[in-house]
């Protein structure tokens, strides 16, 4: 048996039932609960939250971290826990908008260990062990290969904790300059796993939470990527990220 299977096998299933609740609650009133700045909140990322707690703690004790409740006791003091988006894409998911998904990663300290990834509109399941390899729907996934900047497509995004000010706007328009298309698909989450499987050869994002980039940056170095991660001076869950089908696409 492959090491973390029972883990994979667990976040998978969590994933899965999850999902499938998101797409039944889509089919009636979304109840939105916040919308603060650049960020909303549905009853329903409680929802599927609730079931992914639920259906972990059924087969381990590893604590978690979470969108909606934040750190379970012992997250900070465990060499092991759960990071979970209940639904990436939440204003996608809002508003009819196709691309987001159910993210669950599994992390040792600073080292992603798996990933799941579960696009639910699309009955898509994206998952990975580090070290072991990367999947969908059973079918391995690789990253692209690609290494021509001038060739390449970059996903991002603008997270809901930055500004949109000039200087992170210049930022952006400097590094997308040099590639061939931009995509910003509204989720983090899939837009790894989109690198992990080589329909895109980078994702970035400027402090974007751990939550939503977790399972994805574990899914992409299963399947053969590269990532870089810098942590945010201002906020403890927050990380810069830069992942890609290959080192040479760094600009
Ligand atoms: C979203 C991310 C997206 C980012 C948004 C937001 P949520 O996650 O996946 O890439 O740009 O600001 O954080 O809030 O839908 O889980």
Redesign the pocket.
């Known amino acids: 048996m492959m090491q973390w299977q029972i883990e994979l096998d667990a976040a998978i299933e969590a994933a899965r039932k999850a999902g499938s609740r998101l797409r039944e609650i889509a089919e009636t009133e979304l109840e939105v609960i916040s919308s603060r700045g650049?960020?909303i909140k549905l009853r329903a990322d409680q929802e599927s939250e609730k079931i992914i707690i639920e259906t972990l703690g059924g087969v381990s004790d590893i604590p978690v971290l979470a969108?909606e409740s934040g750190e379970s006791e012992g997250f900070r003091d465990s060499e092991c826990g759960w990071m979970i988006?209940p639904?990436?894409?939440?204003?996608?998911y809002s508003r009819g908008i196709p691309p987001?998904c159910v993210s669950i990663g599994l992390w040792e300290k600073d080292n992603p260990v798996l990933g799941v990834v579960y696009d639910f509109n699309r009955d898509e399941c994206f998952y990975g062990v580090v070290g072991e390899g990367a999947w969908c729907d059973g079918k391995e996934i690789r990253v692209s290969g690609r290494e021509d900047v001038s060739q390449a497509i970059i996903a991002t995004?603008?997270?809901?904790n930055r500004d949109f000010g000039e200087n992170g706007l210049q930022r952006f328009l400097n590094q997308a300059q040099k590639f061939k298309k931009v995509r910003m698909?509204?989720?983090?989450?899939l837009?790894l796993a989109y690198v992990a499987c080589g329909r895109v050869d980078v994702y970035t994002?400027e402090e974007?939470?751990m939550?939503?980039v977790a399972a994805g940056i574990a899914l992409v170095l299963a399947a053969g990527g590269w990532v870089d991660i810098k942590r945010s001076e201002r906020l403890v869950h927050a990380r810069t990220v830069f992942a890609a089908a290959s080192s040479s696409l760094q600009v």
């Open positions: 650049r960020d969108e988006d639904v990436d894409g939440t204003l996608n987001c995004g603008f997270p809901v698909l509204g989720t983090a989450a837009s994002e974007i939470m939550w939503d």
